[in-house]
């Protein structure tokens, strides 16, 4: 198993920024693939970005690119999402997950999720 802490949400106005956290503990080296989702109000999950815990390579959704950066610290077991130039589309739960498989396509390819972390972006 492996459990996932997410932090650092919150309320931010349109433009600004934040820093998504995520703590992995338990059995961490079972899995290949970090990566952020998103889900808002009335909508299905998304995926934001990834990232592979070995390379580091990564990959986002295409309306953050350019704002958004996924990193990763192996030695504390920690993933992060840092969000800039956020505005209202933005607004939505951030859930950190944890993928087994080497190539995950989707939410459904994720073993492991966080409790996810609000994030609120006032225009």
């Known amino acids: 198993q492996v459990q996932l802490v997410e932090s650092g949400g919150g309320l931010v106005q349109a433009g600004g920024s934040l820093r998504l956290s995520c703590a992995a503990s338990?059995?961490?080296?079972?899995?290949?693939?970090m990566g952020w989702f998103r889900q808002a109000p009335g909508k299905e999950r998304e995926f934001v970005a990834a990232?592979?815990?070995?390379?580091?390579?990564?990959t986002y959704v295409d309306s953050v690119k350019g704002r958004f950066t996924i990193s990763r610290d192996n030695a504390q077991k920690m993933m992060y999402l840092q969000m800039n130039s956020l505005n209202p589309e933005d607004t939505a739960v951030y859930y950190c997950?944890?993928?087994?498989?080497?190539?995950?396509?989707?939410?459904?390819?994720?073993?492991?999720w966080g409790q996810g972390t609000q994030v609120t972006v006032s225009s």
């Open positions: 990232i592979w815990w070995s390379s580091g390579i990564t």
């Open positions: 997950a944890a993928a087994q498989r080497t190539y995950p396509v989707g939410a459904a390819d994720y073993d492991y």
């Open positions: 338990g059995r961490t080296f079972s899995s290949k693939v």
